[in-house]
């Protein structure tokens, strides 16, 4: 019976976690990446990413985003590969999905089924073929807001969830 390869967290990858989990703690949010280069799917993302509570750092071009990954400690990324070259966001898409503990959404191309297996194969949290509509994309956002949680209180049990204002009026 053959074993499941399991994936080692590397020092580096441990690093990066505590630092997720501090920066939750510190700023009291949770970050969401948002990456696309068409402004109106970015807009959508962000409302739809707001709605459920997370702090959203956006970017239009891949340069911009590898900034952004390595000053950002989100817990969320959204890459909107539609209507786009894959090659362009190749290592933008490798470098999130290379950090753990970090939820990856593609947005990909619908019909693009070699993108959909390069996409899940890198570890991608969820393959999109097209980009859905606001409400479907909140639901999926509050999801991802659930897992990042747990998971934030799995490392933190002794602490409370960091409450955003959004979340805060959402139960309230």
């Not at 068409?38 to 985003?65: H, P």
Request: net charge positive.
């Amino acid at each position: 019976m053959p074993y499941r390869e399991t994936k080692t967290a590397t020092p580096r990858e441990l690093i990066q976690m505590k630092l997720a989990t501090r920066a939750a703690k510190i700023v009291n949010t949770f970050q969401c990446l948002i990456v696309s280069a068409d402004a109106e799917r970015r807009q959508m993302f962000e409302l739809a990413a707001a709605e459920s509570g997370w702090k959203t750092v956006l970017c239009a071009d891949a340069t911009s985003a590898m900034t952004c990954i390595a000053r950002s400690l989100a817990q969320l990324a959204i890459v909107d590969l539609e209507n786009q070259k894959l090659e362009t966001f190749r290592p933008v898409v490798e470098s999130l999905t290379a950090r753990n503990g970090l939820l990856v959404i593609v947005c990909g191309n619908e019909g693009q089924i070699d993108e959909e297996i390069w996409a899940r194969q890198r570890g991608a949290w969820l393959y999109l073929p097209g980009v859905p509509d606001g409400n479907s994309f909140s639901t999926l956002c509050g999801e991802a807001r659930h897992i990042a949680e747990r998971v934030w209180k799995a490392s933190n049990p002794q602490r409370d969830v960091p409450v955003s204002a959004a979340t805060r009026n959402r139960y309230s």
